[in-house]
Nanobody
Framework: QVQLVESGGGLVQAGGSLRLSCADS????????MGWFRQAPGKEREFVAA????????YYADSVKGRFTISRDNAENTVYLQMNSLKPEDTAVYYC??????????????????WGKGTLVTVSS
């Protein structure tokens, strides 16, 4: 079973950087593609980035392309989201998820097998 715990959120000024981590305490982490979603106040949860189980393929929402980088360390059962050049509109609760890569990229929140509880990122202007 996969149990996901996010960390690394916080308050940062516009233009700054944060690195989010999502650790899995289960034993099947490397079997799953992983992704990050975010949900801003009053908005629906949206796809941010995804990475295949091997780490060989990555995908990004247009809004974060060139600023965010997703990576994973299967030996450490952890997926990361490096966020640079942050903007106030990046403010949201960020969730990691495990599921089929096609559904991750499609932003199918209902198709995810596992979710973390989220970590809050606040970007001040």
């Amino acid at each position: 079973q996969v149990q996901l715990v996010e960390s690394g959120g916080g308050l940062v000024q516009a233009g700054g950087s944060l690195r989010l981590s999502c650790a899995d305490s289960g034993r099947t982490f490397s079997n799953y593609a992983m992704g990050w979603f975010r949900q801003a106040p009053g908005k629906e949860r949206e796809f941010v980035a995804a990475i295949s189980w091997s780490g060989g393929n990555t995908y990004y929402a247009d809004s974060v392309k060139g600023r965010f980088t997703i990576s994973r360390d299967n030996a450490e059962n952890t997926v990361y989201l490096q966020m640079n050049s942050l903007k106030p509109e990046d403010t949201a609760v960020y969730y990691c998820a495990a599921g089929p890569i096609a559904l991750l990229v499609a932003g199918s929140t209902g198709g995810m097998r596992y979710w973390g509880k989220g970590t809050l990122v606040t970007v001040s202007s």
